[in-house]
């Protein structure tokens, strides 16, 4: 079974420009979550979609990040513009929507610098 | 403060002894709790769900406690491929929103 795709891997931007990170799930599964990951720290969640709506985007900071998610499978998450302490590693997971187990499937990640 | 707290570490520990480690939550409301693994430079992957009886899943054993709001794992006869940090997650709610703790870096010494 083909995991969590994510692209790119890493990333190097300056402050204030844009960026775009791609994420495909494992098929059939219909949640969709974006984290974050500063080093030294657990992944903080930014956003999270069943199918192609918004469950919880209380820690999306708006007035740069955007993500979506139009057909349902493959997800964007934009950073406009970005600034140094969005560096991080942003990491794609996936679970089944009925899945009670806790179980979500990550991607590899997006290593984002920001000069 | 933090909703899930755990000691960053490192536990440094010579292969074969054992190890333990501990995390607290804040949010009386959380329902599920997991420990995940993850290696360096690498995603996280679950390790175990934690059930408040206790589970042991081979060499790794989890235990819960709700009255105190602790979650523990303890990892007997550690083996160098169990070098990694181990991230404690509790979740609450059918939207399975989890919320990891800031990881326990372990490395285990030959």
């Known amino acids: 079974e083909a995991g969590v795709a994510q692209s790119p891997r890493y990333k190097i931007i300056e402050k204030r420009q844009s960026v775009a990170f791609w994420c495909n799930p494992i098929?059939?599964?219909?949640?969709l979550y974006w984290y974050q990951q500063i080093l030294g720290q657990g992944p903080k969640l930014l956003i999270q979609?069943?199918?192609?709506?918004?469950?919880?985007d209380s820690q999306l900071p708006k007035d740069r990040f955007s993500a979506e998610r139009l057909k349902g499978v493959d997800s964007t998450l934009k950073i406009q513009p970005a600034k140094l302490e969005d560096s991080a590693v942003y990491l794609c997971?996936?679970?089944?929507?009925?899945?009670?187990?806790?179980?979500?499937?990550f991607g590899p990640g997006t290593r984002l610098t920001v000069l | 403060r933090k909703e899930v707290e755990q000691d960053p570490g490192p536990f440094n520990v010579p292969e074969g002894a054992t190890v333990a480690f501990n995390c607290t939550y804040s949010?009386?409301?959380?329902?599920?709790f997991f420990w995940y693994r993850q290696d360096c430079r690498k995603e996280p992957k679950l390790l175990m769900s934690?059930?408040?009886s206790g589970n042991e899943d081979g060499r790794f054993t989890a235990q819960l406690n709700r009255a105190s709001q602790y979650i523990s794992l303890l990892i007997r006869d550690s083996k160098l491929s169990d070098s990694a940090t181990y991230l404690c997650?509790?979740?609450?709610?059918?939207?399975?929103?989890?919320?990891f703790g800031q990881g326990t870096r372990l490395t285990i010494n030959p």
């Open positions: 949010n009386s409301a959380s329902q599920s």
């Open positions: 098929s059939g599964h219909a949640t």
């Open positions: 997971a996936s679970s089944l929507v009925t899945s009670g187990s806790g179980e979500q499937f």
């Open positions: 997650v509790v979740a609450r709610g059918g939207a399975q929103k989890l919320v």
């Open positions: 979609f069943q199918n192609n709506g918004v469950v919880d």
């Open positions: 934690v059930y408040s």
